[in-house]
């Protein structure tokens, strides 16, 4: 029993304006040749489809393409649930119909314990909820947190589940880091959009949408797909791709997908760039430049977009070169320390009365809080 | 073998601003009443399912429901086409999960020509088409009209069908009237999208949607269902419903709704109105008024409203008391002498040369027009 797990379509989103269709279309084509080529079971996509609540003609069109190819040509069941960026109805309007050739959807927080078996496995969709949305089925005002909404509905499909036999849970939500949560820094004050792990321990599988890196948490039981391709340059780095679940042999793998095109964001010299001395990447990627030394630059676009028709954004650097900040030691500093260097850095003067107060009274309020 | 034709149900159009979802979910409720109290085989939705190429998530809602009912809970087969309000992938995105329950939609001139038979009757699934649809398809420059290019796909429909079995055209678009073209003085110079009857004959039934009078063309064979409720003001008077077509003993019928809210234009004084002197109508009824003695009136909406919630639209009607215009007898008068008068009339003097001279070229040009 091998399961394709993918997630994160977001179909008819644009990065930087730029119409992603066809790079959709070119990834969901090698999901379509993996699925001809291989052991598939079931394909479960774990929301978020499309990118939009009310999508476009084109982008419905393509959705409906690969779900065809995949349920309709290939025979594959699918399996799946709706994530925060889909629009119920666009997703399951037909569910009635998509039954017949086992093509599931859910949508709703009512049908999530509803048990659906295929094979010899037992799948739970549990769509993307709201709190309030909780908060109203249960009728229950404790339910204030994303955690509090999923204990609750978690429990109640535990309680109905079959231990004995293969339970896998389809979700959409933002799963707690188990480093962040034992031995870093927390960097925010916490999302409250997160939800522990241990919610999970009674499934055999979890697997999810929501966060576009398919490693966004290493278990072995829970799993983030990953999106199929790269939605903005701060996932430029991010592996994208799909993974495969065996339930029978107890493994998961991660499969990689080509982008049709790169997406490159590249630091560095205007000069350099436009004078081509700089190997930045193939001439068809997606770039976002931040570039220095542009001062002189006219119509600096064009120019980039001769050399990389597919430049998307241009940012200018400001010169750095004296800029020391990351060699001072701030663990060493008090905040009111920290905070006068950086008036020092950017104002080269200290900070006024009215700046220390104000200063003084967040940090306040800050520390009140998250206490 | 009894065929229930409906079309133009214009789902998620708003009256004056006014939603008619709920209006349009009480017509429909009597179609599917209808059906389970009656012997329908087939139901026929001749086009203009939806009201916008992209319709609302409650529009979507409202369509999937009934088409369920009818379909799914009801089983009987559906045969639809895309009309001109129509977005084609929200029409038939899902056809092919559909057609495992005979429910079978075109939006596809190519598909015109395929034979759907139920029961004893071939149909012909014919999408609202534009001109340079046709012109492309058929890679023909000599199709510039409607009538060139019904003219084609007909052709082509007749020469692939068996004319010894029953064959029912579905179609969206504008039949010629048959008094019109014969007996009566035309209004209009002819509108470039209407198609002759006698491309036609060689169907057993025609059954189209585009013109919301079910008796918008009174002919055998060849019928309008006409919209279930009334979509403006100037259809306040038209009867409203949907026709049964019994195949086997050839008969029509026309089977009237029950509008949820009256439709109403009400012409006559504010005065009398907001006095509650005269009975317009029921008090929940859709309202345009258009009303005299209005001078003094403030905040006459409101006003209005208190005695006629679902007051849409009001409009001020200049008094026209001694407006005898009507006892001139236009015939008699050259063009000169009728603009002479009109200008005399509302503004009391002669027309400066000017406006003669703007006058005469203007007709001219019409006339040169028009011959």
């Known amino acids: 029993m091998r399961i394709l797990h993918t997630a994160d379509w977001h179909i008819g989103k644009r990065l930087a304006g730029q119409s992603l269709l ?5 990834a969901l084509d090698q999901i379509v040749s993996y699925i001809k080529n291989n052991s598939v079971d079931v394909v479960v996509i774990a929301g978020d489809i499309y990118d939009r609540v009310n999508p476009s003609q084109g982008a419905m069109n393509l959705v409906n393409t690969y779900l065809k190819r995949i349920n309709l040509d290939l025979k594959v069941p699918i399996v799946m649930i709706s994530g925060n960026h889909d629009g119920k109805v666009f997703l399951d309007g037909n569910s009635e119909w998509f039954k017949a050739t086992q093509l599931y959807v859910n949508t709703d927080l009512s049908k999530c314990y ?5 094979g010899i496995t037992n799948f739970y969709l549990l769509p993307y909820i709201e709190v309030t949305e909780a908060r109203v089925f249960y009728k229950d005002k404790s339910i204030t947190t994303f955690e509090a909404a999923y204990e609750r509905i978690l429990e109640d499909i535990k309680n109905e589940m079959n231990h004995d036999e293969t339970n896998v849970l389809v979700g959409h ?3 707690k880091h188990a480093k962040e949560s034992e031995s870093e820094e927390k960097m ?3 999302l409250v959009e997160e939800v522990s792990q241990s919610l999970f321990t009674d499934f055999d599988y979890t697997l999810l949408g929501h966060l576009h890196h398919p490693f966004a948490i290493t278990h072995d039981t829970i799993h983030y797909s990953g999106s199929p391709l790269k939605y903005s340059f701060d996932e430029a780095k991010q592996p994208k791709g799909f993974k495969v679940i065996d339930i029978s042999a107890n493994t998961h793998e991660f499969i990689p997908l080509e982008g049709k095109h790169e997406v490159i964001e590249y630091h ?17 990627a997606y770039y976002k430049f931040v570039l220095t030394d542009m001062e002189s630059a006219t119509e600096p676009m064009a120019t980039l977009k001769k050399l990389y028709p597919n430049t998307l954004v241009l940012s200018r650097q400001m010169d750095v070169a004296d800029y020391d900040m990351n060699t001072i030691d701030v663990s060493e500093q008090s905040d009111t320390e920290i905070f006068e260097s950086f008036i020092k850095k950017f104002k080269d003067r200290k900070p006024t009365e009215f700046e220390n107060e104000t200063f003084n009274q967040t940090m306040k309020e800050v520390i009140h809080e998250t206490n």
């Open 22 to 26: 066809d790079d959709q279309a070119f």
């Open 114 to 118: 509803e048990k659906l078996t295929i």
């Open 173 to 175: 939500l933002f799963v």
């Open 188 to 190: 925010s004050v916490g």
């Open 268 to 284: 560095g010299s205007y000069k350099s760039v436009v004078e081509d001395k700089v190997d930045v990447g193939p001439r068809d």
